[in-house]
C-alpha cells in the first residue's frame, strides 16, 4: 500500500505561481510513477502531468506544457508540481496517483491522494 497526500493548493491571481506537494508514506515511493490529475466542476478527470520512477522521464498534457514542471524527491518521498503563470481554467481538484508506469490514463494508477483545491483568480 502506498499513502498519497497532497498540499500547497490556495487561491491564487491569474498569472501566479503555485508548488503542490505528494507526500507518499507505505511501500518505496521511488518504484512507483506518479501522476497529476485534475478535475474541475462538471467536468472529467483530466492529466495534468506524471513522472516515471527513474530516471524521472515526464510527460504534460497540452494545455500545461511550458507552464507546469513535474519533479520528485525520492528520499523525501514527494512529488512536487510546480505551476506557473496559472490561468483561470486552471482551476481544480488536483491530485496526485501512484502506479506501475507514468501514463495519461488514470485508471493505470493504483494509488490515489484525496486531492487539493486550487482556484485561479481572474
Known amino acids: 500500500q502506498v499513502q498519497l497526500v497532497e498540499s500547497g493548493g490556495g487561491l491564487v491571481q491569474a498569472g501566479g505561481s503555485l508548488r503542490l506537494s505528494c507526500a507518499a508514506s507505505?511501500?518505496?515511493?521511488?518504484?512507483?510513477?506518479v501522476g497529476w490529475f485534475r478535475q474541475a466542476p462538471g467536468k472529467e478527470r483530466e492529466f495534468v502531468a506524471a513522472i516515471s520512477w527513474s530516471p524521472g522521464i515526464t510527460a504534460y498534457a497540452d494545455s500545461v506544457k511550458g507552464r507546469f514542471t513535474i519533479s520528485r524527491d525520492n528520499a523525501k518521498n514527494t512529488v512536487y508540481l510546480q505551476m506557473n503563470s496559472l490561468k483561470p481554467e486552471d482551476t481544480a481538484v488536483y491530485s496526485c496517483?501512484?502506479?506501475?508506469?507514468?501514463?495519461?490514463?488514470?485508471?493505470?494508477?493504483?494509488?490515489w491522494g484525496q486531492g487539493t483545491q486550487v482556484t485561479v483568480s481572474s
Open positions: 507505505g511501500r518505496t515511493f521511488s518504484n512507483y510513477a
Open positions: 496517483a501512484a502506479g506501475q508506469t507514468a501514463r495519461r490514463i488514470a485508471t493505470m494508477y493504483d494509488y
